[in-house]
């Protein structure tokens, strides 16, 4: 299983990125999948969650701004990034395999089995 992350860069505080995670060798709907992010010196944080029975779901720092999508026929977690803020400076992880939890997708890391490398966002202000 191989998970690869692109699409982070450098951007003003208020533009947009787009991430997108491939999967090689596993499909993303077998399971929940997401995104997790990890700045220096903090622990990881999820960021967001998509799963096809449960749905999706976003930590109270990105909703209203963050967008999970998954494309079906391409294999592949999409996470649309607006308005974006210093602090949501981090390394982004795309994470598959992961299990539900009291009716939505867990957002504990070791709960999920497999991760993609990290793609860098950096938000400046």
């Known amino acids: 299983v191989d998970l690869v992350e692109s699409g982070g860069g450098s951007v003003q505080a208020g533009g947009s990125l787009r991430l997108s995670c491939v999967a090689s060798?596993?499909?993303?709907?077998?399971?929940?999948m997401g995104w997790f992010r990890q700045a220096p010196g903090e622990e990881r944080e999820g960021v967001a969650t998509f799963d096809e029975y449960v749905g999706t779901g976003y930590a109270d720092s990105v909703k209203g701004r963050f967008t999970i999508s998954y494309d079906t026929a391409m294999n592949t977690l999409d996470l649309q990034m607006n308005s974006l803020k210093p602090e949501d400076t981090a390394m982004y992880y795309c994470?598959?395999?992961?299990?539900?939890?009291?009716?939505?997708?867990?957002?504990?890391?070791?709960?999920?089995?497999?991760w993609g490398q990290g793609t860098q966002v950096t938000v400046a202000s």
């Open positions: 994470a598959a395999g992961g299990a539900r939890v009291s009716g939505r997708c867990s957002t504990y890391g070791p709960d999920f089995g497999y």
């Open positions: 060798g596993y499909t993303f709907s077998s399971g929940c």
